[in-house]
């Protein structure tokens, strides 16, 4: 009686320690669900060494998906074309990290809550063997520019290995216009 009383107790406790945000649990879900604009980018593609990154981008729309993975959709230019892509993250055993298949194969995205800002890092990794393709993004809810959070990024770039001087920003745009020759 007395330990089903001391449980119902800590229960409690715990609940209201989490209600007033004092207390987080590691396996909380991020919610990234919404509009995104792609901030900065850096690549590690030793295949394609005079990659540039695209000129432009366009928002990226997250939804929830009902097994726990995500829905991420945006548009693509190219070779001149509007392109809707879309990508399951499908969800893993380790949280913040999500298995992904993609026209270039499978890669792990792994994502990263910036601190005191609406920012996150998505950070991608190659799963095939013998690639070594790294890609990080920073990705922000709205696309105005936080010097914060792109000083957040070039650390995490450097902590990746990636060098920050490889770090470009796109143009952000909202609308896709073909590009005719």
């Known amino acids: ?4 009383f001391l449980t119902i107790v800590l229960l409690g406790l715990l609940s209201a320690l989490q209600a007033q945000d004092l207390l987080t649990f590691p396996w909380e879900e991020l919610n990234i669900t919404g ?3 792609a901030k900065a980018f850096v690549v590690n593609m030793p295949l394609v060494p005079d990659w540039k990154g695209p000129g432009k981008v366009f928002p990226v729309t997250v939804t929830a998906l009902e097994d726990g993975s995500w829905e991420a959709k945006t548009t693509l230019l190219i070779q001149g074309r509007c392109l809707e892509k879309k990508v399951t993250l499908q969800k893993t055993q380790e949280p913040g990290r999500y ?7 499978k890669k792990f995205v792994y ?3 910036l601190p005191e800002s609406d920012h996150c890092i998505f950070y991608c990794e190659s799963q095939d063997p013998g690639k070594k393709f790294r ?5 922000g809810r709205s696309p105005k520019e936080n010097l914060e959070a ?8 450097q902590r990746k290995g990636l060098l920050a001087e490889t770090i470009f920003t796109p143009e952000q745009t909202d609308t896709c216009v073909p590009e005719h020759d």
Do not use: V
């Open 150 to 157: 792109l000083e957040e990024f070039r650390k995490f770039s």
């Open 135 to 139: 890609m990080g993004k920073l990705m």
């Open 111 to 113: 994502i990263e809550e």
């Open 99 to 105: 298995s992904a298949s993609t026209d270039h194969g």
């Open 35 to 37: 509009t995104w604009y």
């Open 1 to 4: 009686m007395k330990s089903l």
